[in-house]
């Protein structure tokens, strides 16, 4: 049964689609700067609405210290100024591999 689900599933994609093409890159900016991450620089950025207001918000991890710092969106297509986030009254951090 399977086999036969994804034999349909396979079949029904199309072959044709077509190629996709992005628009140039722009370099993020938040609080009128440009939004950089810190070393050594394996950081995960991802979209989520961390204070409630329906607009999804910027975090960007910090490898080496677990802290992530929030960008909020400001709905006009900019963001403010990076901040820490915050847990009990201090930079909450992740414990990782350091």
Known sequence: MKLLSLAVLVLSFPLSAGAVEF????RMQAG???VRVERP??????????DGDGKKDLL???FSGGKIRTFKNRGDAKLDAGEWLIAGGVPAEVPGVW
């Open 23 to 26: 628009a140039a890159p722009v």
């Open 32 to 34: 009128g700067e440009p």
């Open 41 to 50: 620089g394996y950081a995960a950025p991802c979209w989520a609405d961390i």
């Open 60 to 62: 960007v991890g910090q």
